[in-house]
């Protein structure tokens, strides 16, 4: 109303009582503004897209330092990338491409705190257990292609990494060791359903997260920072 120097009583009453009714109590509840649900106390909360990220896979399995290979130990990482601290009880992974399914991130006694991870494990007893804080039993991610997609409590997409149409991006298996699938590290454009923004784990032993006897040939980093990027897509430097 500041640009106008008058309106008359039933103008303005007649405004006010359209303002009313044109504005919810609560912000919250207007369809054009998502909710963000903070959730405590083994409550789930509902997130923004770009909140998570998905850094990590490793569908390939793991192997032994004698060389026992095990298809099945597998394990996602998610990093929280939001300045608060994102409750992920409930949440959904889908699994797509070789494998088809529908998991349920199980209900957390702690938030993922800003910038720490969520490392989604197969094994209890495998090379990821003691990295792992949630265990899917019947966790499958394929071998040759492989998709996830992380939704919120909400069924919202918040983040999606692989394809189901393309092979594999980075990482795998080569009869002697196994690397994980790794996120490059970008500040813009860094979607997770294309291939140059994935590279393979680049040391040549595994971190030290990884079970003692599995570090040999399990090269992987759950749980921690990945690894160098050699490929030649990272980004670094300022604004200005």
């Excluded at 330092?65 to 929280?80: H, M, P, R, S």
């Excluded at 094994?123 to 257990?129: I, S």
């Amino acid at each position: 109303m500041r640009h106008t120097k008058y309106i008359g009583l039933i103008g303005l009453a007649a405004l006010t009582g359209l303002t009313s009714a044109c504005t919810p109590d609560d912000p919250g509840e207007s369809p054009r503004t998502p909710l963000y649900r903070w959730g405590q106390e083994g409550e789930p909360s509902s997130g923004e897209r770009g909140a998570l990220m998905i850094t990590e896979i490793n569908f390939a399995g793991s192997i032994t330092d004698d060389g026992t290979w095990d298809a099945d130990d597998v394990f996602i990482e998610l990093q929280n990338k939001h300045p608060r601290p994102i409750n992920v009880s409930g949440w959904h992974l889908i699994i797509e491409g070789d494998v088809v399914a529908t998991h349920r991130i199980p209900t957390l006694e702690d938030p993922i705190q800003p910038n720490d991870y969520l490392v989604v494990a197969r094994k209890k007893d495998g090379a990821f257990g003691e990295a792992a804080d949630v265990f899917i039993d019947n966790l499958e991610l394929g071998t040759n292609r492989v998709k996830i997609e992380l939704r919120d409590h909400d069924l919202r997409l918040m983040e999606s990494a692989g394809s189901e149409e393309e092979e594999v991006f980075a990482g795998g298996w080569d009869t002697v060791t196994v690397r994980s699938m790794e996120r490059v590290e970008l500040i813009f454009g860094n979607r997770g359903e294309t291939s140059r923004n994935w590279h393979a784990y680049s040391d040549t032993v595994g971190f030290d997260t990884i079970k003692e006897g599995y570090r040999k040939h399990t090269l992987a980093s759950p749980g921690e920072a990945n690894s160098a990027d050699y490929s030649g897509s990272s980004t670094s430097g300022n604004f200005e």
